[in-house]
C-alpha cells in the first residue's frame, strides 16, 4: 500500500527535524507507543498498542532513520509484528518550510501481513491516514510547547 | 398368492422433490461438526502469516505449560507420515515434497506450522497465540508470469525457474493454418484465481481404537474411498484398520476432491493421544488452505478465414499451481487443452503449457475443472475472430459446429465426442431468447446512446469421469442394490454425493425397475465401512457413471428377482414388472416383497442360486460423455458507473436423458451462479508478498440469491450411447457456458467504443475506465 | 473463530450498566453484529462485555414534540418498517432497508451502528441529511450532540470511555420535503462504497432546502455543504444538480480499496449525488 500525505507543523524545518527523529516526541506521538528504546545510533525498538474503537492490536517493532539531510529530508523504516498480523514499511520525510512553519511531506509504502492484510484491506486505507493524522496532531500540539 | 396390484407409476423423468432436503433444511443433517463423542479433544491450527519465510525456532513451552493443552505437535514430530499425496503424472514433473507440516520453510500464507491438541477449542485457539515462532521472512512471488521472469524469488529453492512442469500438444499442421490464413487475432485472456467456497468448511473427526487397531476418519470429502487409501498410505496404517466416513458434506465444487494434511494429521494425532479429536476449519482457513481454482493466464491465437472458416488455434497456457501439488493440481490445466478445440471442426491446434510455482495455496479442481478456462478462450476468440471479419457471432458458430452426421467425432485432441447436435441447441436458445428482436432493440438502444450487449456462448464439455484408463484413479463406479426381507430397498454407491441428490435421482431409477415407491428406496453413501469401494462424485460423472452402476446392479438383481418369482409361481414362463411377478400363463402374480421374504427364508431355492436379493455391479464406462448447450445473455452496462445489469439468462443445455427436470434445473442454477461470481465478483487477489487480501467474505464477493437473475431454462435431449440410460452429466455445465456468454455480452456491450476484450471479474471500475477511455479517443 | 476470555455482564437497568462501563474498560454489546465478527476475528479483545440486550425501555421509536426519538437498542428492522417513520421520517426507515441482508436487520441497532462508525454505514448519511441529534448518557450525566458532531474518524466518534448513545432524535419532515438514500453496495460485504442521503424541500419553485449526507467516500461520513449551498436558491434543473455533485467531492480525501480506487469512489459519489438528488425533488 503506498501512503503519502503532507502535514504541516508550526516551527522552523531544524527543529521540526530534531522532533521527527526525537525518542521522547516519537514516543510521545506515536498512537499507542508504550515503549520507545534507542538500540544503536538511529534505531530503535518500540513496543505499541494501536487502539481503534474497539479494534486493539499489540506490537513490537524497530524504527531506523537513515539516509539523514539535515534538515531537508530522511528516510525512515519501521518494522512491526503482533498477534493481529505484521507490517514493514518505508517511507521519505521531505521538510519544506512554510512561513515558519514546515510542511512535512511523507511518501512510503507499507506491506501488511496477518489478519489485519487478510480482513482489513476495505479500512486499511482510511485507517493508514488516520493513525498518521493522529501522530501529527500530537507532535503539532508538542511542537507548540516551548522547548 | 394374494393379488397384487401392479404398479403403473414411473419417476424416471419426473419432477421429484429432493428426498434428502427435509433433513438438510430442518437442521437435523449429520455433517463432521455434529459428531461428538466421549472424550473428546479438539486441534486448532498455527499457519504461516508470511508466504515465504525460513522458520529459525518454534516455542512452544508456554502452550504446554497451560493444563488443557493436551500435546503440541511441529514439523519434526511427523517426519514419519506423508506426504500429502499428489495422484496426477506427467513427464518430468517436479513434484515437491509435501509434509504435513511445515519443516524449515513456509510456502504461502497459511501453511500449516504447528498443531495443537486440547480439552476444548477454546483452548486449542487460545493455545495458538501462546506458540512462538520465529520466522525469516524471504522474497515471496504471488504471480505466475512474475514468478517466470529471471531472478524472481524461486518458490522451491531446489527449482529456481519455478516450473514444475510443461506440456505440449500439437495437432494438425498448425503453421500452415496460420500461414493460410486470412486474419489472426491473438488475446491474452486470464481466468482469475477462485475461492470454491463450500458452504460448509472442511472437517476431520479421528478416533483411533487401540484395542482394535483401527482408526475411523470423518471427513467433510467427495472421495471417501480413494481417501482411504491414500491416507493409510500416509500414516502406514494397513488400509483394512481405515475406515472413512463422510457424513453429510455441505458442497464441495472439486474443493473436497482432495486429501489434505488435516486428514491424515488428525489420523496421526488421534492415535498418539488415544483419543478422538476433531478440527473444523474456520471461513478464513478455509480461504487461505483449501485449494482455490482457475488461475490461468493464457494466450491465445486464433487463424481464420474471411468467411468465417476457423483454420487453427493456438495456446501458451501459463497456470498458477501455488506452492504444491494437491491431489490432481498439475492435470488440471491438461484438462484445458483437451477441450480446446471447443465444438467446432477445425483440426489444428498447437498447446503449450507451463505449470508454474508461486508462493500461494494450491489450486486444483474447481466446478468445471480446466474447462470453463478452456471454454472462456475457444468462445471468447471465436466471438473476437467475428467481430474482425464482421461477422454475427451466432452466424460464425453455425459455420464452424462439428456436424450431427459426423459422430463418433474424433477431435484433434484425441478425443471421441459421442453425440451431439451442436446447431439445435444453439437454435433453441436463439428462439427462446428472441435473438433476432434483440438485435433490433440493441440497435436502438445503440441509437440512444445505451450499451446494451448480447453474448453467445456454445459449449462442449466432458463429463463421466471416465474411462479408468484416461483418470489418475480408476474412473468406474460400484454399486450395490439390495431388497430386504420385507422388499424394501437399499442402494449403496460409491457416488458419494455433497448436495447433488442422488439420493433422489437413484432411488427414481430404483422404482421404475422394481416397481417400488420412491419412500421405500434408501440409498446410502459415504461410509467405507457400508460401501463397496467407489471412486466419488466429481467430474459430473456420479448419474452417469455411478448411476449407470446402480442400473446394471438392477439388471442382474430383477433376473434373480424372476428367477424366485417362477419358483414361488411354479412356471417356467413368468415376467417382472411394476413390482411384481406374473405367470404369463396363468396370470398369477407375486409381489417383490414376497419374493425378497422367500429369497431371505431360502425354504425353496431355485437351482443353482443364492438366498438373498443383493446384486453388486462395477461399471467401466467405455468412453467420456460430452454433453453441449448454448446460453444466452443480454446485458447493460451503465455508462456513468460501468455497472452490469444482467437483463436475460437463457440455458439451453444437453445433458442427454434427464431422470430428474428439477434437479438438472437446480444444478443449471447453481453453476450459472458460479459462473457469474467469476464474471462479474470473484477474485482471490494476493498482493506482491503473497498475502491474500480477499481474506474473508466481507471482501470476496460470491454472488448472493439477490444477484443472480431470472434463468430462463430449456433443453434439447441428445442421449448418449456411452451408457444405457442415455444420460450425460449436468453439474458443471452452468459454471462452463456462463462466464463466456457473459464477457461476450459486455464486450458487445462496449464494442462500440472499440472494446475488444476485457478480462475477469467485470468489476464496474474496470469497465467505467474502459468507457472513459473509449469516449475519448 | 474463536474470541478470547472474556466477561459478561448483563444488567438489567440503564443505571447499572452506566455503573459497569463507567471506568471505560468495558465494551457495551447491542446486536453484536460488528463486535462479535471484530471478536472472533481477536481483532478486538474486550476484556468485559456489558449487554444491554436485557435493559427495558432503550427500544422504541415514538413521536414527541415534532420530534422522533429513536432508543438506541432499535433494531435496522424495525426503523425499516417502523409505520411512524414511514410517515413522517421516511428517509431514515429507507435508508435501513439497504443495510446488509435480513438476518443483520433483525439483529443489529441503530445505536451500535452509530457507535462503531464504520465509514461505510448506512445511517450516517440519512442522519446527517436530517440534522438529527444523539443523546449520550454516562453514569451521572448527559449530553446531546448534533450528529455532525458525532462522528470523528475511521471507528472513531466522541463517545467518551463510558459512555453510550442512549438515543437518536430525527425531525418530522415538513409537508414538500422529498428525500432519496442512494447507494453503491460493495458486492461482498454490503457496506456503502458510496451513499447518498438527498433532503431537499422547494419554496417558490426554488430549492428552499438542500441537505446531502455522504457515506462511504471518505473517512467519516459528513455533510455536504457546499453543494447544499450551491443548490440552494436554484431552480433544481439538471444542470444545478450537476452543478451541486461536482461540489460534493471537493476538498474531500476519497477512500480507495480493491473495489474502488479513490477516483472512481469519487466519481461515484458524484454520479449517486445527482441521481439521490433528482429522486428527492422528485418525491418532493
Ligand atoms: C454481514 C453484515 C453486513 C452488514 N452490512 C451493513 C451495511 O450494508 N450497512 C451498514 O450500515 N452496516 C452493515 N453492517 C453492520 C451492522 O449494521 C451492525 O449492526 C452495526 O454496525 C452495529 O450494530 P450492533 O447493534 O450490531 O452493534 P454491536 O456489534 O453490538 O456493537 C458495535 C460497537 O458499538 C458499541 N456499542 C453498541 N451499542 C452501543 C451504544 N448504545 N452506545 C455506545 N456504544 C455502543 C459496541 O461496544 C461496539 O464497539 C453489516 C454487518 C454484517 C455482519
Redesign the pocket.
Known amino acids: 500500500m503506498k501512503i503519502s500525505g503532507s502535514y504541516t507543523l508550526p516551527a522552523a524545518p531544524e527543529r521540526t527535524y530534531a522532533l521527527l527523529q526525537d525518542p521522547e516526541a516519537l514516543a510521545a506521538s506515536m498512537p499507542g507507543c508504550r515503549e520507545l528504546v534507542r538500540t544503536a545510533e538511529d534505531e530503535y525498538e518500540m513496543k505499541m498498542n494501536v487502539v481503534i474503537?474497539?479494534i486493539q492490536g499489540l506490537f513490537a517493532g524497530k524504527i531506523r532513520v537513515a539516509d539523514k539531510e539535515f534538515p531537508a529530508r530522511f528516510r525512515l523504516l519501521v518494522e512491526g509484528d503482533g498477534k493481529i498480523g505484521f507490517l514493514k514499511g518505508e517511507g521519505v520525510l521531505t521538510l519544506s518550510p512554510a512561513d515558519g512553519a514546515t510542511e512535512v511531506h511523507y511518501d512510503g509504502e507499507v506491506q501488511v501481513g496477518g489478519m489485519i492484510a487478510g480482513v482489513g484491506q476495505r479500512l486499511l486505507d482510511a485507517t493508514a491516514k488516520y493513525l498518521i493524522k493522529r501522530f501529527f496532531e500530537k507532535m503539532a500540539a508538542r511542537v507548540e510547547q516551548p522547548s | 398368492m394374494a393379488t397384487t396390484i401392479t404398479k403403473t407409476e414411473t419417476f424416471v423423468g419426473k419432477r421429484i422433490r429432493r428426498k434428502e432436503d427435509p433433513r438438510l433444511i430442518t437442521g437435523t443433517a449429520t455433517y463432521v461438526d455434529d459428531i461428538q463423542m466421549p472424550g473428546m479433544h479438539y486441534a486448532a491450527i498455527l499457519r504461516s502469516p508470511h508466504a515465504a519465510a525460513r522458520i529459525l525456532a518454534i516455542r512452544t513451552d508456554a502452550a504446554l505449560r497451560h493444563p488443557g493443552v493436551v500435546a503440541v505437535f511441529t514439523g519434526k514430530d511427523v517426519e514419519g507420515i506423508g506426504p500429502v499425496p499428489c495422484g496426477a503424472s506427467l513427464p518430468g514433473l517436479r513434484v515437491p515434497y509435501h509434509s504435513v507440516l511445515a519443516r524449515d520453510r513456509v510456502y504461502f500464507v497459511g501453511h500449516p506450522v504447528a498443531v495443537v491438541v486440547a480439552r476444548d477449542r477454546y483452548i486449542a485457539r487460545d493455545a495458538l497465540d501462546w506458540i512462538e515462532v520465529d520466522y525469516e521472512p524471504l522474497p515471496a512471488v504471488a504471480d505466475p508470469e512474475k514468478a517466470l521472469e529471471p531472478g524472481a524469488p524461486a518458490v522451491h529453492p531446489e527449482w529456481p525457474d519455478n516450473i514444475a512442469f510443461t506440456y505440449h500438444q500439437e495437432a494438425g499442421d498448425v503453421d500452415k493454418a496460420f500461414a493460410e490464413a486470412d486474419v489472426v487475432v491473438k488475446q491474452r485472456i486470464v481466468s482469475q484465481r477462485l475461492i470454491p467456497t463450500a458452504l460448509e468448511t472442511r472437517g476431520v473427526v479421528a478416533d483411533w481404537r487401540s484395542g482394535e487397531k483401527s482408526l475411523t476418519i470423518y471427513s467433510s470429502t467427495q472421495i471417501p474411498h480413494l481417501m482411504r487409501t491414500l491416507v493409510a498410505q500416509a500414516l502406514g496404517l494397513p488400509e483394512n484398520r481405515l475406515r472413512v466416513v463422510a457424513p453429510e458434506v455441505g458442497g464441495g465444487f472439486g474443493s473436497k476432491l482432495n486429501v489434505y494434511a488435516e486428514e491424515i494429521l488428525m489420523g496421526f494425532v488421534a492415535m498418539k493421544i488415544g483419543k478422538p479429536i476433531k478440527w473444523i476449519e474456520s471461513r478464513r482457513e478455509n480461504f487461505l488452505c483449501t485449494i482455490h481454482g482457475r488461475g490461468h493466464v493464457d494466450y491465445f491465437e486464433i487463424a481464420g478465414k474471411r468467411d468465417g472458416t476457423i483454420l487453427g488455434l493456438k495456446l501458451k497456457l501459463i497456470q498458477d499451481l501455488g506452492a504444491y501439488h494437491q491431489l490432481l493440481t498439475p492435470a488440471i490445466p491438461t484438462l484445458s487443452v483437451l477441450m480446446m478445440p471447443g465444438i467446432y471442426r477445425f483440426r489444428n491446434i498447437r498447446a503449450e503449457v507451463i505449470g508454474v510455482f508461486t508462493n500461494c495455496v494450491p489450486t486444483d479442481a474447481y466446478r468445471g475443472a480446466g474447462r470453463p478456462e478452456a471454454t472462456h478462450g475457444i468462445e471468447r476468440m471465436v466471438d473476437m475472430l467475428a467481430a474482425e471479419i464482421g461477422m454475427d457471432p451466432a452466424e460464425i458458430r453455425f459455420k464452424n459446429f462439428v456436424r450431427p452426421d459426423e459422430f463418433p467425432y474424433a477431435t484433434p485432441t484425441g478425443l471421441s465426442y459421442d453425440t451431439g447436435n451442436y446447431a439445435t441447441a444453439l437454435e433453441k436458445a436463439m428462439e427462446v431468447a428472441g435473438y433476432h428482436q434483440l438485435r433490433e432493440e440493441q440497435k436502438k438502444a445503440r441509437q440512444e446512446g445505451r450499451l446494451f450487449g448480447i453474448g453467445i456462448s456454445t459449449y462442449g464439455e466432458i463429463c463421466a469421469f471416465g474411462p479408468s484408463p484416461a483418470t489418475p484413479a480408476g474412473g468406474w463406479e460400484s454399486a450395490t442394490v439390495r431388497v430386504e426381507p420385507t422388499g424394501k430397498v437399499t442402494v449403496l454407491t460409491g457416488s458419494s454425493p455433497h448436495g447433488q441428490g442422488q439420493e433422489t435421482t437413484f432411488a427414481q431409477l430404483v422404482c421404475d425397475e422394481l416397481g417400488v415407491d420412491i419412500d421405500d428406496v434408501v440409498v446410502q453413501h459415504g461410509d467405507t465401512a457400508m460401501v463397496p469401494y467407489g471412486i466419488g462424485t466429481f467430474g459430473s460423472r456420479a448419474t452417469a457413471v455411478g448411476g449407470t452402476a446402480v442400473y446394471f446392479a438392477l439388471q442382474a438383481l430383477k433376473e434373480k428377482i424372476k428367477k424366485f418369482g417362477a419358483t414361488l409361481l411354479d412356471s417356467d414362463d413368468v415376467s417382472f414388472s411394476g413390482g411384481v411377478c406374473i405367470c404369463n400363463k396363468t396370470g398369477r402374480t407375486v409381489s417383490l416383497a414376497e419374493i425378497a421374504a422367500a429369497s431371505y427364508r431360502a425354504a425353496k431355492l431355485p437351482p443353482g442360486t443364492e438366498p438373498g436379493l443383493v446384486s453388486t455391479y462395477f461399471w467401466e464406462p467405455p468412453n467420456f460423455t460430452f454433453p453441449f448447450g448454448a446460453h444466452i445473455v443480454v446485458t447493460e452496462v451503465d455508462r456513468e458507473t460501468g455497472a452490469v445489469e444482467i437483463k436475460r439468462y437463457v440455458a439451453v443445455d444437453d445433458c442427454g436423458k434427464v431422470i430428474n427436470p428439477l434437479l438438472v434445473e437446480g444444478q443449471v442454477h447453481g453453476g450459472v451462479a458460479q459462473g457469474l461470481g467469476q464474471a462479474l465478483y470473484e477474485q482471490a487477489v494476493y498482493d506482491d508478498n503473497g498475502q491474500l487480501v480477499t481474506g474473508e467474505l466481507m471482501d470476496y464477493a460470491i454472488p448472493k440469491a439477490t444477484m443472480v437473475p431470472r434463468i430462463e431454462t430449456d433443453r434439447t435431449e441428445t442421449p448418449t450411447p456411452v451408457n444405457p440410460l442415455g444420460i450425460k452429466g449436468v453439474g458443471e455445465a452452468g459454471t462452463i457456458a456462463c462466464s463466456p456468454a457473459v464477457v461476450n455480452s459486455v464486450v458487445d456491450a462496449l464494442s462500440p467504443l472499440g472494446v475488444r476484450h476485457i478480462d475477469m471479474p467485470l468489476v464496474p471500475e474496470k469497465l467505467w475506465r474502459l468507457i472513459q477511455k473509449g469516449g475519448q479517443a | 473463530m474463536i474470541p478470547q476470555n472474556f466477561t459478561y455482564q448483563a444488567p438489567k437497568t440503564l443505571e447499572e450498566a452506566l455503573a459497569l462501563l463507567a471506568d471505560g474498560t468495558a465494551?457495551?454489546?447491542?446486536?453484536?453484529?460488528?463486535?462479535?465478527?471484530l471478536m472472533k476475528l481477536r481483532l478486538a479483545a474486550p476484556e468485559r462485555i456489558v449487554d444491554?440486550g436485557r435493559i427495558p425501555g432503550l427500544n422504541y421509536i415514538r413521536e414527541e414534540d415534532g420530534k422522533i426519538r429513536i432508543g438506541?437498542m432499535t433494531t435496522?428492522y424495525e426503523i425499516e418498517t417502523s409505520p411512524l417513520l414511514r410517515a413522517r421520517c421516511p428517509l431514515l426507515a429507507t435508508t435501513a432497508a439497504?443495510?446488509?441482508?435480513m438476518q443483520?436487520r433483525n439483529?443489529?441497532?441503530i445505536?451500535?451502528?452509530l457507535?462503531?462508525a464504520?465509514p461505510a454505514?448506512?445511517?450516517p448519511a440519512a442522519l446527517l441529511a436530517l440534522e438529527a441529534e444523539v443523546r449520550l448518557v454516562r453514569a451521572g450525566g448527559e449530553r446531546t450532540l448534533p450528529i455532525r458532531d458525532f462522528f470523528v474518524d475511521v471507528f472513531t466518534t466522541a463517545?467518551e470511555p463510558g459512555e453510550?448513545?442512549r438515543e437518536v432524535v430525527v425531525p418530522v419532515e415538513a409537508p414538500g420535503t422529498g428525500t432519496s438514500y442512494q447507494k453503491v453496495?460493495h458486492p461482498a460485504?454490503?457496506?456503502?462504497v458510496v451513499g447518498i442521503a438527498a433532503r431537499v424541500r422547494r419554496g417558490d419553485g426554488k430549492i428552499a432546502l438542500a441537505r446531502l449526507g455522504v457515506t462511504g467516500l471518505a473517512s467519516k461520513p459528513f455533510r455536504a455543504d457546499a453543494a447544499e449551498k450551491r443548490l440552494e436558491g436554484t431552480d433544481g434543473a439538471e444542470t444545478d444538480l450537476r452543478a451541486a455533485a461536482a461540489a460534493v467531492t471537493e476538498g474531500v480525501e476519497a477512500n480507495s480499496d480493491l473495489y474502488a480506487s479513490a477516483e472512481y469512489r469519487a466519481h461515484l459519489a458524484r454520479v449517486y449525488a445527482v441521481r439521490g438528488l433528482r429522486s428527492a425533488l422528485q418525491a418532493a
Open positions: 474503537s474497539s | 465494551k457495551p454489546l447491542a446486536g453484536g453484529m460488528s463486535l462479535i465478527p444491554l438506541a435496522h439497504h443495510i446488509g441482508d443483520v439483529v443489529g441497532t445505536g451500535g451502528s457507535a462503531h464504520d454505514a448506512d445511517y463517545l453510550i448513545v453496495a460485504s454490503g457496506f456503502a
